[in-house]
């Protein structure tokens, strides 16, 4: 074996990634009582200077850590969610999820909820085409790819590509306007099954 393999598997024997973050990914079915883990972004508008690649604006919820340190090693720059790409008037404070050119993925602002509001996950449909992040216009905030940053919001993701097919539900916890964001988050059993 290679000493960079050697590294790269004693690093992922230490690395701090929340056990209960991969037992997530497995959608348990009592997902109301698991308490959501959380998770900090940094604008990628602001930031892109600061950190290398995609930094700390990306977010793996299917292994639990965000894009940089060892985030990178693990995700092989296969992420679900970011925070920042967009800056539209100004405004960098969206969140995205498509990235991948085979990427279908979808996000849906569920409006103001709390975690004890939602009953069922609902139904989001991946696209039946490949497409590119559309960006919001006038009057119309987001597109099937591409959401508001909104506290107190919660939102469900159906991230599909080559690799995964699975769903997550987040919250926008805290908003630092063009700077960070903090949500809870849990992978949930998918409404179509």
Known sequence: MKLRHVALLL??????INPSAIAQSRSPENWRTVEPNTATL???????????????S?????YGVRSDDLGREVTHSHYELQYGQINWNGDSDWFTV?????????IKDLGVLGWSDIVE???????????GINMPSK???GSSNVARVVVGHLYVVHSKDSHSDFYTLFRVDNLVPGDEVTISW???PSPEK
């Open 11 to 16: 690093a992922l024997a230490f690395c701090p």
């Open 42 to 56: 940094f604008s990628r508008a602001k930031y892109k200077d600061k950190f290398e690649g995609y930094g700390k």
């Open 58 to 62: 990306t977010f793996s919820f299917k």
């Open 98 to 106: 498509t990235r991948a050119t085979d990427d279908r993925s979808r």
């Open 121 to 131: 996950i609902p139904l989001l449909p991946a696209s039946t085409e490949l497409e």
């Open 139 to 141: 009057g119309h905030e």
């Open 186 to 188: 849990k992978v949930v």
